[in-house]
């Protein structure tokens, strides 16, 4: 079984910049592709950002390409998520997630403002 646990979410103005991480433990993750979800209040979970294994290959949701940027350190059993131009429609709580695992971490809340 893995844990994961996120951390970096916040407030921020429209326009800014947050680094979302994710620790795992547990279970090394450098096996498994890696993903970022998000739910925003009243809408159901979105797809935001996923990574293959070895990092080499990312793709993203349309909403978020071009602005946010998913990596991975397999050394460290790190996966993070930078978001800039953060907009209010990506107020949301971010989860990081091993689909193959059906594994998700508890969320971190981040709140952009107008």
């Known amino acids: 079984q893995v844990h994961l646990a996120e951390s970096g979410g916040g407030l921020v103005q429209a326009g800014g910049s947050l680094r979302l991480s994710c620790a795992a433990s547990g279970r090394t993750i450098s096996s498994y592709g890696m993903q970022w979800y998000r739910q925003a209040p009243g809408k159901e979970r979105e797809f935001v950002a996923g990574?293959?294994?070895?990092?080499?290959?990312?793709y993203y949701a349309d909403s978020v390409r071009g602005r946010f940027t998913i990596s991975r350190d397999n050394s460290k059993n790190t996966l993070t998520l930078q978001m800039n131009s953060l907009k209010p429609e990506d107020t949301a709580v971010y989860h990081c997630?091993?689909?193959?695992?059906?594994?998700w971490g508890q969320g971190t809340q981040v709140t952009v403002s107008s």
């Open positions: 990574i293959t294994r070895s990092g080499n290959t990312t």
């Open positions: 997630v091993i689909e193959s695992l059906g594994s």
